[in-house]
């Protein structure tokens, strides 16, 4: 099993795919504001943004829009921090992020994000005041080609393997997660196609959560549409590299 979640060697197959998903958006579904900045690089993190033909070395301090993605290469990290609410993502070694959305009014802003493959670590619990944020429903939303999850204030991660298989483990607060539709994303299609459920290919809405993760359990959700929630070795989980460094990083 941990096998699995290695960097399979399929790099061009997982740009080619999202590549596609990412060109048949409308333009006018990709906000242009600035939503968040490069706060930390290791090793190779490189950049492509919408419209753009390859991908280029980021540089720290950089801003991103919605559109953009992120790749990273062997031993190499990124983390992202959101303008609007201080919340981070970091990235581990062979990831592919991309950054959907940022928008909203004040009062209703959502966030989303899409990891393609690898692993992504998301605190929002530096959130200013996230009570009030809460009651305003600002919501940020994490999605993989299996699931997606939608959060408010909270520490957790996702793992995505190369079919498809995403964990998502939540070390504090609480996380929902839901099946993104089997129509929006094919595992090994390269041209993916709008379902009809949402606006864009990109911005994927579902109508009902499936289970509701809290601190110390986590979901698997395979690509034959199971989902297994069940309690992990929080002592285990904890000797993990990735874990430790976001763990220092957080405090």
Known sequence: MASKWVWAGSRAILLWSLAGWMAAQPPSSVAQETKARLTLSVGQVTVKGAGQASYTPTVLGQT???????????ESRAEITLLEDQGVIRIAEHSLLALVRSGGTDS???TEAHLTSGRVWINL??????????????????????????VRGTI???DVAPDSTSLVRVYEGQVQVGWVPQQAFIPGQTVLQAPTEVAGPQEITVTEWIE??????????TPDRKVAVSPFDTTKDAQDKWVKWNRARDK
């Open 125 to 150: 619990k530096a959130l200013k005041h996230i009570k009030r944020l809460q009651e305003q429903k600002r919501d940020f939303h994490l999605s993989s080609p299996m699931v997606i999850s939608g």
């Open 156 to 158: 957790y991660r996702m």
């Open 108 to 110: 209703t802003r959502r």
């Open 64 to 74: 991103f829009n919605p559109g953009d993605m992120i790749l990273t290469g062997a």
């Open 212 to 221: 509701s993760i809290r601190a110390g359990q986590q979901a698997l959700l």
